[in-house]
Structures are given as C-alpha cells and as structure tokens.
C-alpha cells in the first residue's frame, strides 16, 4: 500500500520546507503546491509540485484528490501590484473549498498570533477572515498562530541583521520597550505535523519561550554579529521613510506601515501559553554569526523576477 499522501504549500520556500522535509522523514510522501516550481530547493526531485492558481479551482481539487492532509501556509507579507489581502483571502477560501471538494481529511493551516476578523490591519484582518473560512469549509482543522520566525531564510531577523553590518546607525521606531516572542521555525513545523496527525479541530499560538522588548532584541542581534552601531529613536512615520529609503537601495518593500503597527501595538506577542521550546538566545549563540551576510528580499522572492514559468505538464 502507498504511504499517505499529504500536500504542503509552498515546501520549496521557507517555513513550508521544513514542514515536507519532517513528512518525508516520517514515512509519508509529499507533494507541494507553489508559484515556484523551479526554485531550487533540497526537496527538488523528492517533492512532486503541482501550481497553485486560484484561477484553476478544478486544477487545485485535482491536485488534492486522494490527499491525506494539507499543510497550508499560503498567505501575502503585504499588497503589492494587484495583489492585496483581501485578494488572499478569497485566495485561501478558494483553496479551502478545492480541498473540501478533493475529500481532503484535515487542513493544518498556518495564522498568525492575534490575528482578528474584526482588526483595523488588513494582515490581522485577513487571517483572521481566513480562520472564519476555514472553519466553515468541511474538512477537520488545527489553527497556529505563529509570531515572527527565525532561523533559516527568516526575512525580518536577518534583514535587521543586514542594516546592522551595513550602516552605523540604526532607528528604533518608538520606545522599542514594545514585546516580540520570535519561535523557531522548526518549532513551528514540529507542531503542525504534530498537529497533521490529529483529529479534531483545534487552534493555538506558536510562540516561542522567551520575550522581548524589540530593541533589546536588536541589541543582542548587534552584539553577536560584533556591530556597535549608534541606536536613535524615531518616530513611526520617520522610521517608515527611512525604510522606504532602505527599499530604493535594496529593491524591496523593507516595512509596511501596517508592520510598524502590529510591532508597536504589541501584537508579536502572544497571549496564550508558549509552544515552542526552541529558544532564541541559544539559537543565536549558536547559528546567528552569519545573520545579515545577506539581504533577503520578499519582493523578489514572492512578487516579481526569478520565477519559473510552468511547464504545461
Ligand atoms: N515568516 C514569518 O516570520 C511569519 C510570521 C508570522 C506568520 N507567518 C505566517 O506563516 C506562514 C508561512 O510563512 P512563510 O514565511 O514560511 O511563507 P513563505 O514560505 O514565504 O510563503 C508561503 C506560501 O505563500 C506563497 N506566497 C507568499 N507570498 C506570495 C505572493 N506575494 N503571491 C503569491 N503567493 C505567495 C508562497 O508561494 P511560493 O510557493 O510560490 O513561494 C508559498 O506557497 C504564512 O501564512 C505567514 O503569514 C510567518
């Protein structure tokens, strides 16, 4: 008999990767799907891709049939060109359903800490919407609700590490006493295949066992990189032009608005207990003396250029 089948979105990206590579060593076979199916990865070859085009609702169902459970990370960083949130939201519903329709027995799905239908941000809004949908589209479910990530090809963690080695000052938008509870991202794979292997429906925070202010966060950052930049306080809207200044240098979109909002508001830290164990300090004496050789760019990796067209199969 064949080892189930499970479908896990985006496993050649970042935190999808980790969740497949854990399938694979688990007995079970793994297939993805992806905007990037030539993206080179070490599961190239060990994981079928399959396209995630919402325009194919049929395709996607197909893709599904006679899978097990799927791991959905699927989600937008921010708007760009016509791709907004509330676009991802229809985007996931779309996916729920296919998965629904394909006889999908349960639906791992990645959120976000806090996230909340009724939230002025459309990122908290959004996935919170998303969680509505999910819950109302048939197949069992479990809910996590990570912070920010690390480890990896993390984006903001190491990009703060970028501007460190790079400038010699460095703006901490705010009082920078506002809490981040990072987890890592194996930590966070562990638990949705822990939570793949369940039955009923359930939701929980993935969050990691330490907190901290975001500036001394920053500081330790510096500090194991052996940079000592001049650390000054600016307001969100100075802060926001200097990122978009950074953004020009770089070809990205380094912060939203919306970001500097969830920071400051407090929402990267959760409110439920901790479930990762993994801690950050120790990953960081670890595995951070590398952190911020290089720029991670979510506008190239996500939005435009290096992208492989699909091959009609
Ligand atoms: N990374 C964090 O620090 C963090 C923090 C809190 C919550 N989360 C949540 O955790 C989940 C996984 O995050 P991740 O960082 O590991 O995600 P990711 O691997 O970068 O992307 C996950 C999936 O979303 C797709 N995707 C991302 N941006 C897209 C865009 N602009 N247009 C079309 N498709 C797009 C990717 O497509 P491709 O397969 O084509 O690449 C991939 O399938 C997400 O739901 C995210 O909101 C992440």
Redesign the pocket.
Same mark, same amino acid.
């Given at each position: 008999m064949n080892a189930p089948l499970d479908v896990v $979105? /985006?496993?050649?990206?970042?935190?999808?990767?980790y969740v497949a590579e854990r399938l694979l060593a688990a007995g079970r076979r793994v297939a993805?799907? $992806? /905007?990037?199916p030539g993206?080179p990865s070490p599961l190239q070859g060990r994981v079928a891709a399959h396209p995630?085009d919402f325009a194919r609702p049929d395709r996607l169902a197909e893709s599904l049939r006679g899978v097990d459970t799927l791991y959905?990370?699927?989600?937008?960083?921010f708007a760009?060109g016509g791709?907004t949130h509330e676009r991802?939201v229809r985007?996931s519903e779309i996916l729920f359903q296919a998965a629904a329709k394909a006889g999908v027995r349960r639906i791992v799905h990645?959120?976000?800490?806090n996230a909340d239908p009724g939230s002025d941000l459309p990122?908290y809004r959004g996935?919170g919407l998303v969680e509505q949908a999910l819950k109302a589209a048939g197949p069992s479910y479990a809910i996590l609700?990570?912070?920010?990530?690390?480890g990896g090809?993390?984006?903001?963690?190491n990009n703060i590490a970028w501007m460190l080695r790079r400038f010699p000052a460095f703006a901490i938008i705010g009082d920078g006493r506002y809490p981040i509870q990072?987890i890592a991202?194996e930590d966070?794979a562990d638990l949705a295949v822990a939570a793949g292997a369940g039955e009923g429906n359930t939701s929980a925070d993935a969050v990691g066992p330490e907190v901290f202010a975001y500036e001394d966060l920053v500081r330790l950052l510096a500090e194991r990189i052996g940079r000592r930049p001049w650390f000054f306080k600016v307001g969100p809207r100075a802060g926001l032009a200097l990122a978009a200044g950074l953004g020009l240098l770089t070809g990205d979109v380094v912060l939203t608005q919306e970001e500097v909002d969830g920071l400051t508001r407090g929402l990267l830290k959760s409110k439920r207990p901790a479930t990762g164990r993994r801690a950050f300090k120790a990953w960081l004496a670890a595995e951070g003396g590398d952190l911020g050789r290089d720029y991670h760019n979510?506008l190239k990796?996500?939005?435009e250029g290096g992208?492989t067209e699909w091959e009609p199969s």
């Open positions: $979105t /985006g496993a050649f990206s970042y935190s999808g990767g993805t799907l $992806t /905007g990037h993206r995630l959905n990370n699927y989600w937008v960083r760009h791709m991802a985007n990645v959120s976000i800490a990122y996935k609700g990570p912070t920010v990530l690390f090809y993390d984006v903001l963690i990072p991202v966070l979510e990796r996500h939005f992208e």
